[in-house]
């Protein structure tokens, strides 16, 4: 990496710096994991240097190049390491070695031919200043079929050549001094976009900046209304633009991201200067007829390396927040690739927005950010309740009997050679006979419950070296017999990916932290992360600063040992904001929705539904612990007498039929009871603002389902914590309902209940985790509750609205809303 030191005016450069300092980056296309690319690539190395070196008595590998130039009164010290070097009749022979995918599409004029040449004529340049007679030659080695083929390249003057290179070096690094003033300019453009603070949001936004200037890791706890979105992205930006470093926020949902992307907005509006991007998947992004990831197959992809990228991205910057309509319809003009654009723009972003893979997952996160050190990074991960189960995910690869099926038949319907095909096809039954061979141990095939198992380090190691060389040999074939590369999404690539990540994972798999089953009826064997933690840990290390937010990490101890935190990081908890006589929270303790004694419960849950819902018109939501339970519970209520219709969540629904939900609620000439469960797309991160929803049913505490996995996270976390059913079970559950509740009040003005359903919500076990403000009560009669509730509302407004003495209600002053709102009420002023 280039380093500057400025005491002594010293550039310290590698020659691929100075090859290439005036390039654009390139897309690569090609579907051969960077990993088998890279380590077919050092092979093919090894190979020519051993061959050399056994015909070349002086033969010499890796030599130590460096010299220098100075350049507008700076010393530029260049260095690097060349492949071959050897003596032959009195002639220093320097090679250097480039392994490429295919001799008939490599093109020896082509830009990157000449960037080879340049870089193996700038390790002669070296020898040419000791003096010495050299010839130099380019070695390309064909990585599929190992032809080799040596040219000669004629070595000529360079000085002019290091002399522009270098200047172009050093304009970029003056640019970047100016850009870094620039920015502590920008940074007091930062400012608090509206004419009041909410509660305590001032000293989140004081307290977070304190913790961002000491590199802190925080927890905050807020719960809507708090504006926490504001709270900490403001300090966050104006630190980053003051010190030169980036923002990434992080999100679990969509939907979340569409809230910060609104938020920006806000900030641009007070004229804040700054450059935002909300990163997309790229097969949402994709504008392509067909999503497949090959040049001669995508226009956009094609045309990518023959348009100028900085022209375009300048055009991008033009705009501060960059979202995925904006950059489809870039793509589209210039007809290059919209995830790829995306990413280039990312890197002149001062604030970037995505989902948690592109920093956390570890095949997907997004290496130009994360491949070298990146502690110019401010990281904020919001509803950080959802970071640990989603990262354990991460680490909880499994091989299916189906998909080893599946697969081979891809294979054979491909009709392949026959030596690709029989390849492919033996590591397939390899895998198949491996996985049988632990089921037929045992005697009950139909068993539902994984069993431990203990697999073959060395044997998945070997199917993964065999699996390798059967992808160069498959994306090959593939090519000659379609004349172009398999998708992104091709079966034998997918499976490659997976076995990857089996074999990586199974590794380290004697740690408490992982188990490795056998699923006997589903036919599977899979590695089971209990606590992505030690991971995390080790990943939040690296950044400048961390806050985690959420209205549910609580308990706050435990979240942070589940999200990686060292027992030194800081802890901010807020209670709500709204006053308690908007907020009526009930308990129904009188019956059980156990797993095993809630089929008594269905009716009497349908009719308490069906009269609280009655008692005033408006729109309601129930959240169940499984679809299940909520279709039996459906069926009873369709037999009620109900005012409103009825809107019930599908096992699998689109963000379309979602979004047509969310409109149906809005609509005011019609009212709706949801039905949906819990920690699913209605439960986290939606605001159901004003009469959007008035209550809200939580059956139960949504606690996980029973099963082997589960019981292995509660033996670890017994292990680990002492706290097993806690850890694995409770706080879990107890995190829904707390989130669900949370869709109710939203602003100052929303005004509802919330009614809890079952005994254990009674109990000091589960409502000691509740938050602390909650005033639970447990009435008689909880429909003559509701309905004083709503009367008393109504007569307070009444009040409010004549009597002269009483102050005007908060919904007739000028608020300002939550942060979903920001953007509208702007627009509004």
Known sequence: KLKIIKELKEFHVSIKDVVFASSERRFSSTKIPLRIRGLKGTEIHQIFQKKRKKTEKTFQREVLVKFHKTVKGWKFIISGRADIVYEKEGILIVEEIKSILNFEDFSLESKTAEDYRQQLLLYGHYFLQMGKKIQCHLVLIDIYTGKTEIIEVPHHDLSAYI??????????????????????????????????????????????????QKRERLMLLAPSGLGKTIGTLLPALKYALTKNKRVFVITSKTTQQHIYRETLRIFTKMKAKFNSIILTAKEKMCVNNSFTCEKSLCPYLNNYEKVSLDEIVSEMLSKQVIDARYIRKIAKSHTVCPFEISLDCSLHCDVIVGDYNYVFHPYIKL???????????????????????????????????????????????????KIVEKEGISIYKLLTNYIT??????????????????????????????????ILSYIQAYTLQQGFQPGGKDAILVFGLNLRQFTTILKESDSPEYSELLYL?????????????????????????????????????????????????????????????????????????????????YDEIAITICNAVNVK?????????????????????????????????????????????????????????????????????????????????????????????????????????????????????????????????RTSTDRGFVMLIGHRFSTPYYNSILPTDWVVEQPIDLIKRIQTFWKTQTADLKEQLHGKQVEIPQRNQKKYPKTADLFNFMEKL
């Open 521 to 601: 009826k589903e036919g599977k064997i899979k590695i089971l992360c209990k606590s992505a933690a030690p991971k995390l840990e080790k990943q939040l290390a690296g950044f400048h600063s961390v806050i985690m937010q959420s209205a549910t990490l609580f308990p706050m101890d435990y979240f942070r040992k589940m999200l990686g935190y060292l027992p030194s990081a800081q802890k901010l908890h807020y209670n709500s904001p709204f006053a308690m006589e908007n907020r009526l929270y009930l308990l129904m303790p009188t019956l059980s929705t156990k797993y095993d004694e809630r089929r008594e419960s």
């Open 617 to 745: 018109n408006g729109n309601y939501l129930a959240f169940f612990p499984s679809f299940a339970y909520l279709k039996a519970v459906q069926h009873e209520i369709e037999t009620c007498s109900l005012s409103v219709e009825l809107l019930v969540q599908d096992r699998k629904m689109s963000e379309r039929k979602r979004k047509n939900f969310l409109k149906k609620l809005k609509n005011p000439d019609r009212k709706y009871l949801l039905l949906a469960v819990h920690g699913g797309i209605f439960s986290e991160g939606v605001d159901f603002t004003g009469d959007m929803a008035i209550g809200v049913f939580i059956i139960g505490p949504g606690l996980p389902a029973y099963s082997m996995e589960q019981e292995l996270m509660k033996k670890y976390f017994q292990f680990k914590f002492k706290k097993g059913f806690e850890y694995a079970y409770r706080n879990p559950g107890m995190m829904k309902v707390i989130q669900a509740a949370g869709r109710i009040f």
């Open 163 to 212: 002399q522009k290179q270098c200047e172009t070096i050093f304009r970029s690094w003056e640019m970047e001094k100016k850009v870094k003033a620039d920015q502590s300019k920008r940074s007091k453009t930062i400012v608090f976009p509206f004419e009041k603070y909410r509660p305590n949001q001032e000293e989140i936004i004081q307290k977070t900046m304190q913790y961002i």
């Open 437 to 470: 061979g632990l089921i037929d141990q045992y005697s009950d095939k139909e068993l539902k419950k994984p069993i431990l198992a203990k697999l073959d380090k060395k044997f998945f190691r070997q199917v993964l070296k065999d699996y390798d060389q059967l």
């Open 367 to 417: 290496r130009r950010f994360f491949d070298h050190p990146y502690d110019d990074i401010i990281l904020i991960v919001d509803e950080a309740h959802n970071l640990p189960p989603r990262a354990a995910t991460y680490y909880s690869p499994e091989i299916t009997l189906e998909s080893l099926n599946d697969t081979e038949n891809y294979l054979r319907s491909l009709r392949m050679p």
